[in-house]
């Protein structure tokens, strides 16, 4: 993974000395609560319902076992000890006291982590695949040019107050793990005729209020145009993208105004006009990010089965929990954040120091978060998962539930957001006690539930085989339902099945939508695919067939 | 008379700006041929008086304007003013940069305007911007701490050369 030199570092640990004199001014009364806001965002300090919050960057969500391990130390001596993954592949600690972030982010610094531009209208943490160079499906590693794009990003000193916030994600993979249809901006990597590399540009998707689905503007980017080339769409951007309207000032609005087709003009006319003074990226340069991410020094292994003869429950683990790894002799191993009772994305200081040392044991000391608020270690022997499993079923991490209905996004909700309508926690608990039973999980395959508590879409809802959105009714919590929506290679938004439920009524509610699934479904069908085979109408006649006083 | 932040230091105005002119366009009067700063607007409504008049003439521009205007007149322009008018507007921080990059602008290049605040001098310099008038309540001192804050950084833009440019 990559690690700093002394000018990363240097630079880092000047960004925290300036954010501690911004803090000290604020609290000296230098800083009106207004001026101090827009630099506190831009270092992702929120002020929520009960403290501050502090969204860490963990870029395209990958850790070492010692910045999992100081995360851990933070949380605990900083906060109530746990800190919440995101679908940003950041954490966000929750309990904060503002006086004390400086200090934390000198601790972070010591491990070559920060917090910068995490929130705000700039340029956030690029995601990416958590199956990263490890998946058999990807053509190349996308997170040589992650790295690459965070540092173009960090602090550009012409992008840092953009219209609004910016996202950006990188896949090397058809699966796109990494949502990136639903980006400002996705990059697909691609190679041309000669084998080398570029990327297939999309912009203007993104969830929020106006959900949208990028559009390709460019079919192939050559690498050493990719910095220049995203200067070009910025720049049109900044310049143009609305900033009288919050809710129209994403790029996704501008591109849907002009039109994907003059938007493209634009950015390739801006292109070739500054392309000759921009920045132009280097081989040397491209050379010494990539040196970062050579394979580990995996043992040459057989594949094996290992499940065969072990007891049942280690069985549905491996099915559920582990995915095929491109060398042979190694898996991908989820490490659930989903167990049952548990808020979505919560994990204890005690879990993170626990999982550091099975890392550093079991998987080259490297953790990955994932979008869906998991974690993963990446390269595990097979021969060492049982063990693995053994471990993390002690330490409450083995919840054999990856990639079904109680593996769900959510957001933080009420219980922390001030953005938030509705306590999405509440009604996660809520499904995970209606659908406790691992069969029947089992029996119903893969389904995505995305929740979000308010119109913002943390949760991607707007994506969610099944999409939960907390809405505020006279300052009562109903949620409305949406279905067919997906990501993953095909993304798609979903519908709207009819009018929002009460509280209570939403797990009983999916539950009857899956009833449907259960009765209609044909061999080997999904969810989705069931739901696209027959459509909306049955599912939405039997949500509210018992629950009718719905309004 | 105003000051403003040339160059590191902070200096008395010597650019005054229309509005505070009023007899620019009469036969006589001691401003004709001082340094004068006029909205594009101006510019553009009687664009041969004012590149023919005497003596230094600037421009200030707005977040709206479209900085690529200005290109046929440049090498008449001795100073550009682009706007900030308050915490959030970047529009100046790409006109700033696509004069100096692009266009090539070598004049004074200055920030105006209710942002001009220090915590923000640092990626103004680092899109060309060299003066600034700074917004009320901001001091010499803490505007000039902005400078040696950083002594790195990862794109290139004056004074620092890039992270990458120092790499290889």
Known sequence: MYRYDELDQAFVDQRVAEFADQTRRFLAGELSEDEFRGLRLRNGLYIQRHAPMLRIAIPYGLLSTRQLRKLGEIAERFDRGYGHFTTRQNLQLNWPRLEQVPEILRELATVQMHSIQTSGNCVRNVTADHLAGIAPDELDDPRPYCEIVRQWATLNPEFTYLPRKFKIAITGSPADRAASEVHDIGLHMRRDAEGAIGFQVLVGGGLGRTPIIGRVIREFLPLPDLLSYLEAILRVYNRHGRRDNIHKARIKILVRSLGVERFREQVEAEWLASRASATRLSPAEVDRVRAHFTPPAYESLPNQDVSAGREPQFQAWYRYNTREHRVPGYRAVFISLKAHGHNPGDMTSAQMASVAALADRLSFGAVRVTHNQNLLLGDVRQSDLYALWGELRTLGLAMPNIGTLTDMIACPGLDFCSLANAGTLGVARQIQAQFNDLDYLYDLGDIEIKMSGCMNGCGHHHVGHIGILGVDKHGEEWYQITLGGSVNGFTALGEVIGPSVPQAEVAPTIERLVEVYRARREDGERFVDTLRRIGLQPFKERAYAIHSAAA | ?168
């Open chain 2, 1 to 168: 008379m105003r000051s403003i932040l040339r160059r590191r230091e902070l200096v008395a105005d010597d650019w005054r700006y229309l509005s505070e002119v009023h007899d620019e366009r009469g036969a006589s009067g001691t401003v004709r041929g001082a340094a004068l700063i006029i909205p594009l607007v101006e510019l553009r409504a009687d664009r041969e008086f004012w590149l023919a008049r005497p003596g230094p003439l600037g421009v200030r521009l707005s977040p709206v304007d479209n900085v690529e205007e200005l290109e046929p007149d440049l090498p008449r322009l001795a100073l550009v003013a682009a706007e900030f008018p308050g915490p959030g507007d970047g529009r100046g921080f790409s006109q700033g940069r696509i004069l100096r990059t692009r266009l090539g602008f070598e004049g004074e290049l200055r920030a105006v305007g209710a942002g001009v605040k220090q915590d923000l001098i640092f990626l103004m310099a680092r899109c060309g911007f060299d003066s600034f008038e700074l917004a009320p309540g901001q001091t010499l001192e803490s505007a000039l701490k902005a400078y040696t804050r950083y002594t790195v950084a990862y794109q290139p833009g004056a004074p620092l050369s890039s992270i990458m440019m120092q790499r290889h």
